[in-house]
């Protein structure tokens, strides 16, 4: 099979139709064997009657349903774990990205070798409050992850090469950082095409600007793993030693402090008005927390099987 075309989807009714039709057309004219992967997000409309109809008329077409909406990330990564495409495409179901990308999109991975290509919105029909505060996201992820070539990491259409979405897994609300996953799981061709983008035909957007401040979280949080996910002790032992020592020395003065006091009928040295004193406890009491977080973060770094498993109603 040539293309899996993946679109995760929240209370999007109205656009389905014309979107298959659109994909539909784009495949036959080409000639890809394709498939269509609705990962329905429980949607609280008739999305699921939509693409049921739809898929009665045409067997290329399989769903996913979640119980309820767990986010775009989990409905990609399910999406992602169902395709069988040679390349697999992603793009959101609200006919703000174009199916007539899809062929280059292909061709760019099949040909061009690319791992990854992401569509890059240049030209944007969204309104400014979400523009804006875009493009300093893009900046600071660009930064951040040191992909320096790629101007809209959160672009809902991107195409991948098979094994990168089997390799990666995308969970919370990470959508918005692949291209930062797939050069964390060490691929690293990640292009860009621009796209044309519409504004929104049907519908609402489904995220608010709650989006920006749990946007650099995850990326706060997948810096850290990259850099110390696998060692967590490599951080935090460093930090708790450095801590201790320091906590360690400060003890050592005071006693010091205190013997020379002892013996001298001039000198009073009072252990508890030292600086000195509150230094050894605050930086030991912090060097022995840092010390058992890393451990704490070593064993969890072994155990995380439960992150993408979702309970599903329907499949078919
Ligand atoms: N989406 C989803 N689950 C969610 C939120 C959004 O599957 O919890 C889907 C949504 O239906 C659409 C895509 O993700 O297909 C992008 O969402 P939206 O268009 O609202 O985002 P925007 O274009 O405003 O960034
Ligand atoms: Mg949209």
Redesign the pocket.
């Known amino acids: 099979m040539d293309i899996s075309v993946v679109i995760p989807l929240f209370n999007e009714e109205e656009s389905l139709p014309e979107l298959t039709e659109w994909i539909e057309r784009v495949m036959n004219s080409n000639g890809y064997t394709y498939e269509i992967i609705f990962v329905n997000d429980g949607s609280t409309d008739r999305s699921m009657d939509v693409i049921k109809s739809l898929a009665s008329k045409n067997p290329n077409i399989h769903a996913v349903s979640f119980s309820r909406n767990y986010g775009k990330s989990p409905a990609l990564n399910t999406g992602f774990r169902k395709a069988k495409g040679d390349v697999v495409i992603t793009m ?3 006919l ?2 174009s199916p007539d990308e899809i062929p280059e999109l292909y061709r760019m991975i099949t040909s061009d070798g690319y791992d990854l290509v992401s569509g890059w919105k240049k030209k944007r029909y ?1 309104p400014l409050s979400k523009t804006l505060p875009t493009k300093l996201f893009n900046a600071t992820a660009r930064k951040v992850s040191g992909i320096k070539n790629l101007h809209d990491f959160n672009c ?1 259409l991107k195409a991948y090469r098979k094994d990168v979405v089997k390799r990666i897994e995308v969970y919370g609300d990470m959508h918005r950082y692949i291209p930062y996953l797939a050069k964390n799981a060490g691929y690293k061709k990640i292009g860009e095409k621009v796209v044309h983008h519409q504004a ?1 035909k049907y519908g609402v ?2 995220f608010g600007l709650d989006r920006f401040v749990n946007g650099y979280l995850d990326l706060a949080t997948l810096w850290f793993q990259s850099k110390f996910g696998i060692k967590p002790m490599h951080i935090f032992g460093l930090l708790g030693s450095l801590m201790f020592m320091i906590g360690f020395l400060a003890v050592v003065t005071v006693l010091v402090m205190k013997l020379v006091s002892m013996n001298s009928e001039t000198y009073h040295f009072y252990i508890t008005k030292s600086v000195y004193f509150y230094l050894s406890l605050a930086f030991m009491v912090l060097g022995v927390q840092f010390f058992c977080t890393g451990f704490i973060g070593e064993m969890i770094t072994r155990n995380s099987p439960e992150r993408n498993s979702y309970l599903i109603s329907e499949e078919f």
Do not use: C, L, M, S
């Open positions: 959101d179901a609200d703000q990205d969204d809902g929104r957007t489904k």
